[in-house]
């Protein structure tokens, strides 16, 4: 393939690395690695100076050696998973979401002056036909849908921005799986990556999946079977032991999606429960900080520092070359520095709930602009949105990355300023009620968080969205 690939058409650029995709699922050992340097090399041409000539070498480096833990599990992800889910996976999130759409995205944040995501979540529905112990959306009921049209509206005007992954959360996605297996199907160019407690997936489901290709799953799981079905109910650890056999079965890419709280830090991080998921087929997961959101709320549940420390090694190590364990963990309140810190507002996504409403962040429920009657970037530019754009960085220490959780005074600040409303949709929330249950816990985290950020080093950044930033010469 030539370099000229910038040169080419949409479509034509799609053909072709539809094409490479195919030799990489076809071959292995040295044809593979020609065709990843290949790669690197198309991206280093079509992305320019947005990223360092010292990345796209260190990529290089990690190819062309037999040994390298990250190079070795992507042909472990390929080769284990059914062709057409491989090869629409790349050429979705691949080429559209991080070749096409990131240029686009960026292009766009300077016309716009506003943040333009790179992913967006939404809720197709506010059901769900389980109770957690402190999810809010658990207490939601089946009052709040997003309609088709309203959900096509935001994938339609996200790919006119540069958007090509959507991720999908409720309420139980799942519950409205027509809808869903229709707007893939529709928008068959963009990857959808759906949240789900896995009580909906059944062998006719993945059936269809496996037909589309642009669907990939995170289930729910919290360690043991006790640690899990006591927060999600009984049966529901071996409901998402049949999911993973199913996707498994049917080489459909999975991950996991982890609340970590006081009670489960350990059980949800042990060699025996990730090994046991990537045995399963699991092949990354998302651990989510436990956010006391919502007047039902359970602050108890907020980890302790100790814990958090904790989790801050925990998951580097199990990255780390030492570790044989074949899972990528990611966890964004402490992996902050890889994302530039808070990555709401639009910055690098947002969220808009099963009612309409767009939301900065998927736990922090206010917001001054609704998908039913305003445009997709006329929302990226509401006073909410701006706010954010404004003042991100909330905290240069990215161990301190959420205007909520460890910088409580910015959250109140700029809902106020802004008149939003509250959206949880069980009650509304003041936000200084919200604020009064993560003050004790920002000013405990504060001065560990300061001591780790001070004794780490830290890289510079080659490209950054926040507003007046300019890359150091």
């Not at 020609?34 to 990345?55: D, P, Q």
């Not at 491989?86 to 292009?107: D, H, P, Q, S, V």
């Not at 905290?395 to 109140?412: G, Y």
């Amino acid at each position: 393939m030539e370099l000229s690939f910038d040169r080419m058409s949409h479509k034509a650029q799609r053909m072709a690395l539809g094409m490479m995709a195919d030799r990489l699922l076809k071959h292995v050992n040295k044809d593979r690695e020609k065709a990843y340097l290949e790669l690197v090399g198309i991206a280093e041409k079509f992305y320019g100076e947005g990223v360092s000539k010292e990345s796209y070498d260190k990529v290089r480096e990690a190819i062309k050696d037999p040994n390298n833990k990250w190079i070795r599990f992507i042909n472990r992800v390929m080769d284990e998973t059914n062709p057409n889910v491989a090869k629409t996976l790349a050429l979705n999130l691949g080429y559209e979401a991080f070749f096409r759409g990131t240029k686009l995205i960026r292009e766009n944040r300077k016309v716009y002056n506003c943040n333009i995501p790179w992913l967006i979540l939404f809720d197709p529905t506010s059901a769900c036909n389980m109770h957690c112990a402190g999810c809010w959306s658990g207490t939601y009921g089946h009052k709040y849908n997003l309609e088709f049209e309203y959900m096509d509206k935001i994938i339609t005007q996200g790919k006119e921005l540069g958007v090509y992954l959507y991720m999908l959360t409720g309420g139980e996605p799942l519950v409205k799986k027509k809808e869903i297996l229709q707007l893939a199907k529709k928008h068959y160019d963009v990857e959808f990556a759906i949240f789900t407690n896995s009580t909906f997936i059944d062998e006719a489901f993945c059936k269809e999946v496996l037909q589309l290709g642009n669907i990939t799953f995170l289930l729910s799981i919290e360690g043991t079977p006790d640690t899990n079905d006591a927060r999600r109910g009984d049966g529901h650890y071996q409901a998402v032991m049949n999911a993973m056999d199913l996707l498994q079965k049917y080489g459909i890419i999975f991950g996991t999606s982890i609340c970590y709280t006081r009670e489960n830090v350990e059980a949800v991080t042990s060699d025996e429960f990730l090994r046991m998921i990537s045995q399963k087929g699991a092949r990354y997961g998302f651990f989510f900080h436990y956010m006391p959101v919502g007047n039902t709320a359970v602050p108890e549940l907020l980890p302790t520092v100790e814990q958090r420390k904790y989790m801050i090694d925990r998951l580097r190590y199990v990255r780390s070359p030492e570790c044989d364990i074949e899972f990528f963990p990611m966890d964004f309140q402490n992996d902050g520095e890889a994302v530039g810190g808070c990555i709401a507002g639009g910055r690098n996504y947002f969220h808009i709930n099963s009612a309409g409403d767009a939301e900065p962040c998927v736990f922090i429920h206010y917001s001054d602009a609704n998908i039913k009657d305003m445009d997709l970037l006329e929302i990226l530019q509401s006073p909410l949105f701006m706010a954010y754009h404004n003042e991100q960085p909330f905290n240069h220490n990215h161990l301190r990355p959420c205007p909520m959780l460890e910088n409580p005074d910015m959250i109140e600040e700029i809902v106020r300023k802004t008149k939003s409303k509250s959206t949880n949709l069980e009650s509304v929330e003041p936000v200084e009620d919200l604020v009064a249950k993560c003050r004790d816990y920002a000013e405990i985290w504060k001065p560990e968080a300061e001591r780790l950020w001070a004794e780490q080093e830290h890289k510079e950044r080659h490209y950054e969205n926040y507003k007046g930033w300019t890359k150091a010469e």
